[in-house]
């Protein structure tokens, strides 16, 4: 009944009754009912009854009725609303006996219901809240609160019943939970209420309705802040505080009730002390203050200033570490504040400026740039007074400071540029930046301090590059401002962002003359035109140089070049159309569009290229000329040792070079000549450049004049100076500037046309190089050549007075050459790059023979002796480089050397590169890693370029005749017991067969190429100790076969031995190693030329007699594949073959190897027999251990009878041939065995020894009688028997015990003849 009151009084409220039940129609259609139709009241009856029933998961049933409700829109009877709710309510506000899941379940059941009965439901919920007792309200209030949000409009019209409700709930929590249930609530209506309220247009309440929702809302409000604001537990404090500020925010349109707003809001902004996620604090008064703002009232000014005390107060408190998303929300909150009362909130960021804590200041230049930013008009009107304020912390040493100011300066620069009219802001953060490149400059920050400086760097050009153009103003605030941070170098880095905002400009035609100096601010004027060095050749000088400086990296490079191109019509009118199409070429090549990764060298050449085509096109020696000497003045303030000035030294030449005013371009030479320091390594390449670059254009000019520079040095200087002082400071440098002026000769060598270098290759050049030499030699010029006078030439340059050299003068020269001493390094080197640059020249243009025969030969025998006199180390070694790679450069100009030249230059160069230490022995001798590191470098490339040349020298003459004097200067480099040696030798035998196997072509067919001794030579280095060696040797035999292919026009099929590379590397096995170098000896025995079988075994004794370990081991196995595959095919050389195998019993250093010998023979007895036993008793004399070992051998293998044999009918022929007619003065014991005879006996003795019974019985007949006829000749008594007629008569098993006796007989016999032999029985 209660329920039914209140249901009656909320109709009243609304002004609206229920409805009554409408009777069915009598007229209606009967007939049968659908079974759709009654499932929805049917089952939400029989889940009722579940409920009343208490069948079941009570939580289950609520979500199956949840479910039913909100499937379908039908209205369901009186009596079933009311008992469904009576169940629910008695579940939602049960104390005990329930879950909590139960109760959210039925919570959930009252709002699906609301759907159709939402004033059933609301009647329920409110008449709960006021219900007296210790009932559970907690779920009754977070229903209210589930309702409000899903039905926020329905709820209106109750909204004065339910604040009664809340109201009376307020004053009855009983603990925690509730009351941030009531809270939740609370919020939740406060902010439905706030929007309506808002919205009064259409509101279907009354005005006394709306005035009497006002005054609950005050209740409530003080209510709650009556009894809840003392609450200690920090959720209990943060439910009420997002309960409250809706409630003040609707308070605030009512002006009678504001003063008790403004007196909670200082206990709101109290909150951020007694908090602990003050997050919370600061979104509700965000919330406060955009109800605040909309309401459009005034705040008190001591609340304002509440407001940012605080708020400030939480942002710059080092203490709290807030998130940046709370960070954002105290700046929105001052953003607001400042748009309610602008004036009071930027005077008080001003006053914090001021601030004493860092933290403080730079918290206040974030906010009044994020007050800068926003697009308010009352901040636009402030935007002056604040950039004022902001001045007067630019000069704050703090880096947060400075790096505060440079963001306030972006969100200045982003909103309003004409702010900056009374302040350079742009002129702050190019001065920020040259500040902070200073202090890093300086070397004494710290790691952090220096990290910091760098990051204020980048921050200023991202500051710049952000820049908006579009920005009204910003195009006069930046134009021409701009181009004073052009040139001064300390801004080289803001090219980057400069050029962006350039090239937006030139976009916007911001750049055209006719808007100079229009609306031009009169101190940007003044400051311009005190700015005497802008000038089109000062500003195509900077950026030229920071275009080409290698240090700049490809980013500052683009930039600069972009510069130029937006500022083309500053510079030069006619360039306009060449730079817009080659300065995009450019910056494409930067990207690395074209290659993967720009050379530094390549892009300094295309840039000259641009540079010069720039220059032709201008075509105005007048301006050219001013560009020189700007060039010129930025040549001689450039530190030394700068990639700057080396790059200056090739602009000013290539500037020279255009210029067509000769005077100028010969007094530009002469001045830098003579003021360059050649003792920097980089001063005398500058000199280099310098020349070279200005005789592309003045070849004849620029030899003239740099003769005149260099015959005033030869004679002014005085290089003999006595040995016995030491080299003064100014000796020193006359040494380097001969050195430079050698290289410079050279460098104009490479650059001159084929008429040019023809007509001054030998007296101007060459000779001139010689010259410059002998004078910075220690030795009186007079004593060397008196012919060879170096005289100054003339400046008008009528003709030219150049040095002659005659080959009669070399000999002089050649003695200051070979006394040359490690103290002359840095000349030899000079010396010797001018002879591999002139030579280089001289193959370029292709006219070999114009070039003096006499003086290429003396040039080389100068080289020659360099490489013989000088001592390998470091730096000497790259000495013996230079030398090797001059001479395969010279050698290329097809020289006519003979045989014996050719030897000895080869032998010389592998004297002093191949026996050098290894990589350990020099790391520990010299100590130094890197220093040990590029000497082995050296030696690296040292023993390639000895591969080119060597294949140089065999292309000039492809005869099979140098080829084997090669190889013969290679042989015993290869057979070195030092491992090092052979390594090194490796690699200039595989860089000469590559390239033998690549381009040469022997000059007869069917040329002899000594395959069988290089196979031999290099077969055992397969399996070599180390590993690079095994690899190596492997590759010179792949190329060792196609050369032979090659050079007898066959076919290469088989596998080519490179491919097993991989299986001789370190990480396989020893064994597998040795099968893998097997292998491969398989594949070149099968290409193997069958005549060459000698050399090959002669190469294989020399392993034998030199080598130890492995190597022996692989030479063993590669003999044994030889005479397996090829043995059967070489009859005519099986003698020799023989031959040099016994020399191998005698000479091989590591006998346990001796097996491999006696297989062999074993191998080649197969094959051919009777001429391999014959050659045995001859060759393998005398019978020594090893040849006794070797008879047992072939006696255990199968042709072992076949050997016997062969040993009976030789020992009967050699019977035969000693028997003679018997006299009767010549007695038997006269007789006396010949050593065949001997040699045939012991053999058969080793044979029979390891033979059979059977096959020894089958031979019997055919062995005794030469052996008894020894034993007679070797006693003195005749042996008589009957051949074999005592055996006629006797049984078989007594013949065979007969022959055994025999046998035994016969054995000790031939051991007696044995030592008799030992004893010397048989020297008469």
């Not at 951020?272 to 600061?282: L, W």
């Amino acid at each position: 009944m209660e329920r039914l009151r209140a249901l009656s009084g909320l109709f009243t409220c609304v002004g609206c009754r229920p409805r009554r039940r409408r009777r069915h129609s009598r007229g209606r259609v009967t007939g049968p009912v659908p079974e759709a139709a009654p499932t929805f009241a049917t089952v939400v009856t029989s889940l009722l009854e579940r409920l009343q029933d208490e069948e079941g998961d009570r939580a289950q049933t609520y979500c199956e009725l949840e479910s039913v409700l909100w499937g379908d829109d039908s209205r369901l009877q009186c009596g079933v609303v009311n008992r469904l709710i009576a169940e629910v309510s008695r579940d939602l506000t049960a104390d005990q006996g329930v879950t909590e899941d139960t109760k959210m379940a039925a919570s959930d059941v009252l709002v699906a219901l609301a759907r159709s009965h939402f004033s059933f439901v609301i009647a329920e919920l409110q008449a709960q809240l006021k219900a007296p007792g210790e009932i559970s309200k907690e779920f009754v209030l977070i229903t209210v609160g589930k309702l409000f949000s899903t039905y926020a409009l329905q709820c209106i019209p109750f909204m004065r019943m339910m604040l009664l409700g809340l109201r009376t709930v307020v004053g009855q929590l009983g603990s925690s939970r509730i009351l941030r249930a009531a809270c939740g609530v609370l919020e939740q209506w406060a902010k439905g209420v706030n929007i309506y309220i808002c919205t009064w247009k259409g509101c279907p309440l009354p005005a006394t309705e709306k005035e009497q929702i006002y005054e609950n809302l005050s209740q409530v409000f003080c209510s709650v802040a009556g009894n809840w604001l003392d609450c200690q537990e920090e959720e209990d404090k943060q439910a009420v505080i997002r309960a409250m500020t809706p409630l003040m925010c609707i308070l605030l349109h009512k002006e009678e009730h504001r003063e008790q707003v403004w007196e909670q809001l200082l206990w709101l902004l109290h909150q951020y002390r007694t908090v602990q996620d003050t997050s919370r604090v600061t979104k509700s008064l965000i919330y406060f203050l955009e109800a605040l703002e909309q309401v459009q009232t005034l705040i008190p000014k001591g609340k304002c200033l509440a407001i940012s005390s605080v708020v400030y107060n939480e942002l710059t408190d080092d203490t709290k570490e807030h998130s940046q998303d709370h960070k954002a929300e105290l700046t929105q909150c001052i953003l607001l504040q400042a748009r309610i009362c602008p004036e009071e909130t930027i005077l008080f960021l001003e006053s914090q400026l001021s601030h004493e804590r860092e933290a403080g200041r730079v918290a206040a230049l974030g906010l009044l740039g994020a007050l800068a930013r926003c697009d308010e008009p009352a901040m636009t009107e402030k935007l002056p007074q604040v950039v004022e304020a902001v001045k007067c912390v630019c000069r704050d040493p703090s880096t947060r400071v400075r790096r505060a100011v440079l963001h306030f300066i972006r969100e200045l620069l982003s909103a309003n540029a004409q702010s900056c009219s009374a302040w350079d802001a742009v002129g702050y953060i190019f001065s920020e930046f040259s500040q902070s490149s200073s202090r890093r400059a300086a070397g004494l920050l710290s790691a952090q301090e220096a990290q910091e400086e760098g990051g204020l760097q980048g921050l200023c050009m991202d500051v710049l590059g952000s820049l908006d153009i579009s920005v009204r103003g910003m195009a006069k605030l930046l134009w021409p401002r701009l181009l004073i941070y052009v040139l001064p170098a300390k801004y080289t880095g803001m090219l980057i962002p400069l050029s962006r905002c350039l090239r937006a400009l030139a976009e916007r035609n911001e750049l055209t003359a006719a808007r100079e100096h229009q609306e031009l601010d009169p101190d940007v004027l003044n400051s311009l035109l005190q700015e005497t060095t802008l000038t089109p050749h000062t500003l195509l000088a900077r950026l030229l140089v920071v275009a080409g400086s290698p240090f700049a990296g490809s980013e500052l490079q683009a930039a600069a070049l972009l510069v130029m191109q937006s500022l083309h019509s500053r510079i030069h009118g006619a360039v306009g159309a060449l730079w817009n199409t080659e300065i995009p070429l450019l910056l494409q090549y930067l990207k690395g569009e074209n290659e993967n990764i720009p050379d530094s060298a390549e892009w300094e050449r295309h840039l000259l290229k641009f540079l010069r085509a720039s220059l032709e096109t201008i075509k105005d020696d007048a301006w050219i000329k001013r560009l020189s000497c700007e060039l010129s003045q930025r040549l001689d303030s450039s530190p030394s040792g700068s990639g700057e000035k080396a790059f200056l030294y090739k602009a000013l030449g290539t500037t020279l070079g255009a210029c067509q005013e000769l005077p100028h371009v010969q007094e530009k030479l002469l001045q830098h000549l003579k003021k360059a320091k050649p003792e920097e390594p980089s001063e005398a390449q500058g000199i280099i450049s310098l020349v070279c670059q200005a005789a592309d254009s003045h070849f004849r000019l620029a030899l003239e004049t740099f003769t005149t520079f260099a015959a005033t040095l030869c004679n002014a200087q005085c290089f003999g100076a006595s040995r016995r002082k030491k080299m003064t400071r100014a000796s020193r440098r006359a040494q380097a500037t001969c050195n430079a002026a050698m290289l410079t000769y050279s460098s104009m060598a490479l650059r001159a046309s084929k008429e040019q270098l023809l007509t001054h290759v030998e007296a101007d050049i060459v000779g001139n190089i010689l010259l410059l030499y002998i004078s910075s030699s220690q030795v009186p010029q007079e004593t060397v050549c008196p012919s060879m006078k170096i005289q100054a030439l003339p400046l008008d340059f009528p003709h030219v007075h150049m040095f002659l050299l005659q080959p009669a003068d070399l000999h002089p020269v050649q003695s200051v050459f070979f006394s040359a001493g490690p103290q002359n390094l840095e000349k030899n080197l000079a010396l010797v790059q001018s002879i591999t640059e002139v030579g280089c020249a001289i193959q370029a243009v292709g006219n070999f023979g114009s070039f003096d025969p006499v003086l290429q030969h003396k040039l080389l025998l100068i080289l020659q002796n360099l490489m013989r006199k000088t001592l390998w180390d470091f730096p000497a070694s790259s000495l013996h480089l230079k030398v090797i790679l001059a001479l395969e450069q010279w050698s290329k100009l097809k020289i006519s050397f003979s045989r014996k030249e050719i030897c000895s230059l080869l032998s010389d160069c592998c004297q002093s590169i191949l026996p050098l230490p290894s990589a350990d022995e020099q790391m520990e001798e010299i100590g130094n890693a890197e220093v040990a590191l590029l000497q082995l470098q050296s030696l690296h490339m040292a023993t390639k370029a000895l591969g080119r040349l060597m294949a140089v020298l065999l292309k000039t003459k492809p005869t099979t005749v140098v080829f084997v004097d090669i190889v013969h200067v290679l042989w015993l480099r290869l057979s070195s017991d030092n491992p090092w040696e052979r390594k090194r030798a490796l690699q200039v035998y595989a860089q000469l067969l590559a390239d033998c196997r690549d381009g040469v072509t022997f000059q007869t067919r069917c040329a002899y190429v000594p395959f069988g001794s290089l196979a031999g030579l290099l077969g055992p280095l397969t399996y070599d100790p180390v590993t690079s060696s095994r690899q190596l040797a492997a590759t010179c035999l792949s190329s060792l076969l196609h050369i032979q292919a090659k050079a007898t026009n066959r076919v290469f099929e088989t596998d080519d031995p490179a491919s097993w590379c991989e299986g001789l590397s370190n990480q396989i096995a020893a064994s597998q190693q040795l099968q893998t170098s097997v292998k491969i000896g398989k594949i070149v025995c099968k290409n193997f030329p069958k005549e060459q079988a000698t050399d090959f075994m002669m190469a294989i004794k020399e392993t034998f007699r030199r080598a130890r370990g492995r190597r022996v081991r692989a030479a063993g196995n590669w003999m044994i594949t030889f005479v397996k595959i090829c043995g059967k095919d070489i009859l005519p050389d099986v003698p020799g073959v023989l031959s040099i195998l016994h020399t191998c019993t005698w000479s091989m250093l590591q006998t346990s190897f001796m097996y491999f010998v006696h297989d062999a023979v074993l191998i080649l007895a197969r094959y051919h027999e009777e001429l391999t036993t014959d050659v045995i008793i001859q060759k393998f004399v005398p019978m020594d251990r090893n040849t006794l070992e070797l008879w047992r051998t072939l006696g255990k293998d199968s042709i072992g009878i076949c050997v016997l044999r062969r040993l009976s009918e030789k020992l009967k022929r050699v019977g035969d041939d000693s028997s003679e007619p018997s006299s009767s003065s010549r007695r038997l014991e006269d007789h006396q065995p010949s050593p065949e005879s001997l040699t045939v006996a012991c053999a058969i003795s080793e044979v029979v020894s390891v033979q059979s019974e059977k096959g020894v019985q089958s031979l019997l007949p055919s062995l005794l009688p030469g052996l008894l006829l020894q034993v007679s000749e070797a006693l003195g008594e005749e042996m008589l028997f009957a051949p074999l007629s005592p055996w006629r008569g006797l049984s078989e098993d007594q013949r065979r015990e007969d022959n055994v006796r025999s046998f035994t007989d016969l054995a000790a016999t031939q051991r007696c003849f044995s030592c008799l032999s030992l004893d010397g029985a048989w020297d008469e």
